[in-house]
């Protein structure tokens, strides 16, 4: 088997290398590719070559799903990530797995496990009843807060921002107050419309329609404006920038 690694950070490709030498002699690794710019021109020329691509999303000069847009792939995809929001995403395009780092070696084999196991000549088409599945997750339209000891319920569409400050996580509604909620922002991104909730850094998650204006920012972020006076910064972080343009586009 002869496999692709779109990876920018050494260690974490080195690291895959071990793991792949490891689970068998016959997988042999074509090249290593830290970035877009590098890795777009490569897969057009050579992905005929390979079996299968291992995938970092969050590159050094975007997201991996900017690939897609460019080139048709038509190989099987590990996808690898320290975040978990991005699962619906991967499993749109030719994902076979989707690895959260740290990568352990149990679960880099059950994922060529898991190529082997298909059948018939690997195509997008073969993820279908897994996309349906996943998209086909019902969200959640209100989420239950305390206030004192009454409960009360907040519309989804009254919901500014989601954001985590330690080990609690809070809504903050169109009215500018804040509620703590039980969940934590991997289990909201599952939970709400992505196509109305992003995810701009570590610690929030905005709400499309409370968007006033966008601000270009320093180091190549952006600054968020909302609808109402919220002395909390809300800044795209520089990984988060090229899939938020997409997001806030509509693509």
Known sequence: MKVAIIED????????????EKYSQEISVLITLPSLKLAIPWIKENQNQVDLFFMDIQLIDGISFEIFTEIEVHKPVVFTTAYDEYALDAFKVNSIDYLLKPITFSALSNAIKKLKSFKQPFNSSSLKPVIEHISSKKLKDRFLVKIGNHLKTIDVGKIHFFYAEGRDVFLNSQSGKKYIID???????????NKL??????????????????????NRRLKLVLGYDEKKEMIVSREKVTEFKRWYEGV
């Open 183 to 193: 969940y934590n922002l991997e289990d909201i991104l599952t939970l709400v419309d």
């Open 9 to 20: 950070e050494p260690l974490a490709a080195e690291k895959l290398m071990r793991y792949l």
């Open 197 to 218: 909730f992003f995810r701009i850094n570590r610690s929030y998650i905005v709400n499309l329609k409370a968007i006033k204006d966008v601000i270009v920012y320093s």
